[in-house]
């Protein structure tokens, strides 16, 4: 742009300019018009730039939620599971679900021996002193 701002002074100045000159010259405006165009597209392009990187932030702290959550609901799920297999290993839970009776099915003595089994080992013990 420089470059056709001196040709063109030069050309009103009265100096003459070789044939590429002046058609540069000529060219002078749809140049500038063509580099406004460009700044145009560079700011577009930035502004563009920026919203994507804020969206993928966005996204990624949703994703890092959604994770952490599925992750709370397994833990939940986990200790629950693990509540009721160590309530298996208390004495009236068992006389309950021998006899069928407040509001425990029946479970025959085999099958309340494997879960009481399968709690010891999934559970692990806890010190009532800590």
Do not use: M, W
């Amino acid at each position: 742009q420089l470059k056709l701002e001196d040709y063109k002074d030069r050309l009103k100045k009265g100096e003459a300019l070789n044939q590429d000159q002046l058609e540069a010259v000529e060219k002078y405006d749809e140049v500038v018009h063509n580099l406004e165009f460009a700044k145009e597209l560079q700011k577009t392009f930035s502004g563009l730039s920026q919203d994507l990187l804020k969206a993928q932030k966005k996204a990624q702290r949703r994703e890092s939620l959604l994770k952490l959550e599925a992750e709370k609901k397994k833990l939940r799920t986990i200790l629950q599971v693990q509540y009721v297999l160590q309530n298996f290993t208390q004495e009236h839970v068992q006389r309950d679900f021998k006899g069928g009776v407040n509001g425990a099915i029946y479970l025959p003595s085999k099958e309340l021996d494997y879960l009481i089994r399968f709690a010891k080992l999934t559970c692990p013990e806890r010190n009532e002193n800590l």
